[in-house]
């Protein structure tokens, strides 16, 4: 899970930043993602809320391809911060 001090940061930049923001958009695909992963871990036949979790990773995954080829530094920098990897681009 996402540490809480990180949390905390992140909604205190919430005020500063616009929550349409990519990176943004990204913390909140990923909080949505490890709930739901945590969810599924206990019920293993949810299919809706698997087909649910491949929608929002698609998302993430198209956000992060858009910021990585608009600028490296923020991309580089917001995977490092949530602990997710790096995806490859097509």
């Known amino acids: 899970m996402v540490k809480n001090s990180f ?4 909604s205190q930049k919430e005020n ?4 349409g923001s990519v990176e943004f958009q990204v913390f909140c695909f990923t909080n ?5 992963t945590l969810h ?6 949810d299919f ?10 698609g998302k993430r995954q198209r956000l ?3 910021l990585s080829k608009k600028n490296r530094g923020r991309y580089k920098e917001l ?3 949530l602990n997710i990897r790096e995806t490859t681009i097509r």
Do not use: N, P
């Not at 500063?16 to 929550?19: A, L, S, W």
């Not at 949505?32 to 739901?36: E, M, S």
């Not at 809706?48 to 990773?57: A, D, E, H, N, T």
């Open 32 to 36: 949505k993602i490890r709930r739901l």
């Open 16 to 19: 500063e930043e616009k929550r």
């Open 7 to 10: 949390i905390s940061v992140i």
């Open 64 to 66: 992060l391809a858009y």
């Open 79 to 81: 995977i490092d911060q």
């Open 48 to 57: 809706l809320s698997q087909r649910g979790l491949r929608k929002i990773m």
């Open 40 to 45: 599924l871990e206990l019920h293993k036949k």
